[in-house]
């Protein structure tokens, strides 16, 4: 059974940083990109970052780039996610996801596995 789990979520002052984990079980995604979402309270879930299966190729919102940084460690089937300079509107849930390929990485219709979500809240 396939099961992501998130982690290192928490509240921040603005300008902190977080690291978010992403831990993957069940089969190896060594071969698959993987992305992150986040999702503001009575907002949709938008795209914040991806990453391709050697983690050569990074992919970015425009409103992270420059602040988050996406990784992957294929030897322990995890992803991360720093984020530093962190402000109040990157307040969210965020979610890792294992895309179906490399086409639609900046939508979530384009990812097949979803982890549970870690809130992280930045507090000005």
């Known amino acids: 059974q396939v099961q992501l789990v998130e982690s290192g979520g928490g509240l921040v002052q603005a300008g902190g940083s977080l690291r978010l984990s992403c831990a993957a079980s069940?089969?190896?995604?060594?071969?698959?990109?993987m992305g992150w979402f986040r999702q503001a309270q009575g907002l949709e879930r938008v795209f914040v970052a991806a990453i391709g299966w050697s983690g050569g190729s990074t992919y970015y919102a425009d409103s992270v780039k420059g602040r988050f940084t996406i990784s992957r460690d294929n030897a322990k089937n995890t992803v991360y996610l720093q984020m530093n300079s962190l402000k109040p509107e990157d307040t969210a849930v965020y979610y890792c996801a294992v895309a179906r390929d490399y086409l639609s990485i900046r939508q979530s219709s384009g990812y097949e596995y979803w982890g549970q979500g870690t809130q992280v809240t930045v507090s000005s």
């Open positions: 069940g089969r190896s995604f060594s071969s698959y990109y």
